[in-house]
């Protein structure tokens, strides 16, 4: 049964302290109890809280204190160091020191700086200034500065840069210059050559030089174009620049005038003049038989040269030498190698079937009709390395060019009717016979090598017998005759080429009532025909 007494004052009920223990709130608020009772029980030996947890409380306090102690670190070294990195700007401030571009970093009471330094401003300098500042609540201990120095960018000044050129008519000024003033001085100088002058193409930069002397380089420069006057020279090319002397080239008149401004202009141009020297100016023609040699030549060496390549190729008495010797120096240097080429190249023209060459002191050409393809070869192939004696070949071999069917068919049958007399000798036939001699093979062999040179035109070969026999031996005869000599063409020529036809003793060119006649009368006849 549940203890029904009334609690004794300053106890607690049972009831009571079951809803303490259960962690009601309310019985807090309402029941009438002090801590003593509740730390007694209820007056029967009962501990509601019990000693254990009595034990808890007095461990917790000691622990809850060194979290509160390390809070409170932690928020004053956060604060110290907010203070130094907001007050730093205004210390350098007050010191006369721009904070721009620069930032802080603050570990406790040291002081890191990082950015770019003010100009005119070095790091000790912000170092002494933020460690030596007592006006805010926390003193800087040590600032370390690692800000870079501001890169500050060199004045931009004007370069002397100015070339005068001429070709002896007008002169042209380009470039730039510092000021006006060095304009107007070139410009005047120019003029007092009394040539026309075109300076548009100068420019005035209008800021300092970057010339440790630039009027003293302005000066130089219109002195030595004030030297030149109009008629004296021929062509110029001056240039100055910050540093240095003028330099180029001055082509004077001649030597007279070149020895007047070499003292005036210095080393560092350069003065020429024209001098008078010989030009290698050939030419030379070949017309298959005879060789001329025209043009001028150095010396009586050089014209022997060509008269012997050419003497070499068409004989002594085939070779017309009307070569001019000019005594004077070579304009050009290498001028007996470039007649050696010449040379070589007039030692191929037997290989040819015309020729004309022409050479200079720079180029040789030649163009001709080469017999074969090996002497349009060896030609070309000469005249190309003529590039070794600085020479430029140009001109081309060429083949001829082969004729049309009508002109092979007429130059063909020129060719045969030719070897028709060594034919009707020798390509003769035994009594009854179709057989070839030796004699008559080497005949035909000229045949076919005239058939070879003119490939478009056909050829009839007519075989004839004497008036000996009946009229169809003699037929059948002529045709194994010219069947005969066909058949041998053939094994060299096309044979499509040939037509073989026997005209037994229809077509006699000789008395058959003598035995010279009918020997005469046994042959074969060759016609060229553009088909059959």
Same mark, same amino acid.
């Given at each position: ?26 019985? !807090? ?35 809850? !204190? ?5 809070? *409170? ?60 500042? $007592? ?22 000044? &004007? ?7 001429? $070709? ?15 304009? $107007? ?37 219109? &002195? %030595? /174009? ?6 004296? !020279?021929?062509?110029?090319? #001056? ?5 240095? =002397? ?38 030379? +023609? ?23 390549? *050419? ?6 008495? +085939?070779?017309?030498?009307? #070569? *001019?010797?000019?005594? %004077? ?12 080429? /010449? ?28 017999? $074969? ?42 060719? /045969? ?8 000798? +020798? ?27 003119? =490939? ?17 031996? +003699? ?6 005759? &010219? ?12 044979? &499509?080429? #040939? ?8 077509? =006699? ?16 006849? !060759? ?6």
């Amino acid at each position: 049964m549940a203890d029904s007494r009334p609690p004794k004052p300053g106890r607690l009920s049972s009831d009571t302290l079951a809803r303490a223990r259960s962690g009601d709130v309310e019985v !807090f608020e309402t029941a009438n109890w002090s801590r003593s009772a509740l730390m007694r029980g209820n007056g029967r030996g009962k501990e509601p809280l019990g000693k254990t947890n009595w034990a808890v409380w007095w461990w917790l306090a000691p622990l809850l !204190f060194i979290a509160f102690a390390i809070g *409170a670190l932690f928020w004053g070294v956060n604060r110290i160091q907010n203070s130094l990195e907001s007050s730093a700007a205004g210390i350098l401030e007050n010191a006369g020191i721009s904070a721009e571009g620069l930032e802080f970093d603050a570990s406790y009471r040291d002081l890191e700086v990082t950015g770019e330094l003010p100009a005119g401003v070095s790091a000790e300098q912000i170092e002494e200034a933020l460690e030596s500042d $007592d006006s805010s609540s926390f003193d800087v201990r040590n600032a370390t500065v690692v800000a870079a120095a501001a890169v500050v960018a060199a004045p931009e000044l &004007a370069a002397i840069d100015v070339s005068a050129t001429s $070709d002896g008519e007008a002169i042209t000024l380009i470039g730039t210059v510092p000021s006006q003033e060095h304009a $107007d001085e070139l410009i005047a100088a120019a003029e007092s050559t009394g040539l026309p002058v075109d300076s548009t193409g100068l420019t005035v930069a209008g800021i300092d030089a970057s010339s440790d002397d630039p009027d003293g380089q302005i000066e130089s420069y219109s &002195a %030595l /174009l004030g030297s030149l006057t109009a008629g004296s !020279f021929t062509a110029a090319n #001056l240039a100055i620049g910050d540093s240095g =002397p003028v330099t180029g080239e001055i082509t004077a008149v001649d030597e007279g005038v070149a020895g007047e401004l070499r003292p005036v202009v210095g080393s560092d141009v350069d003065v020429t003049a024209p001098a008078t020297l010989g030009a290698i100016d050939t030419s030379v +023609n070949f017309d298959g038989e005879r060789i001329v040699l025209d043009g001028t030549v150095l010396s009586q060496e050089q014209s022997n040269t060509l008269e012997t390549a *050419a003497t070499e190729v068409v004989g002594a008495g +085939n070779v017309v030498n009307n #070569l *001019a010797i000019s005594g %004077l120096d070579e304009a050009v240097a290498g001028a007996d190698d470039r007649v050696a080429a /010449l040379a070589a190249s007039i030692s191929t023209f037997d290989g040819l079937q015309s020729a004309d060459a022409t050479m200079n002191d720079t180029d040789l050409t030649i163009n001709g009709v080469a017999s $074969d393809e090996a002497g349009q070869l060896l030609t070309s192939d000469t005249t190309a390395a003529a590039e070794d004696a600085g020479l430029r070949p140009g001109g081309a071999i060429t083949l001829p060019e082969a004729p049309g069917l009508a002109e092979q068919i007429d130059l063909l049958q020129q060719e /045969l009717d030719a070897l028709q007399e060594e034919i009707r000798e +020798n390509v003769v036939f035994d009594t009854n016979t179709a057989d070839l001699t030796p004699t008559a093979i080497g005949t035909l062999d000229k045949v076919v090598a005239a058939m070879q040179r003119y =490939p478009l035109p056909v050829v009839e070969v007519g075989g004839h017998t004497d008036s000996r026999g009946a009229d169809d031996l +003699n037929l059948a005869l002529s045709q194994a005759r &010219a069947d005969s000599v066909s058949a041998y063409l053939g094994q060299t020529v096309e044979p &499509a080429r #040939l037509s073989a036809n026997g005209f037994g003793e229809t077509q =006699p060119i000789a008395d058959n009532t003598t035995e010279e006649g009918q020997q005469e009368n046994r042959r074969v006849e !060759f016609i060229a025909k553009e088909s059959f």
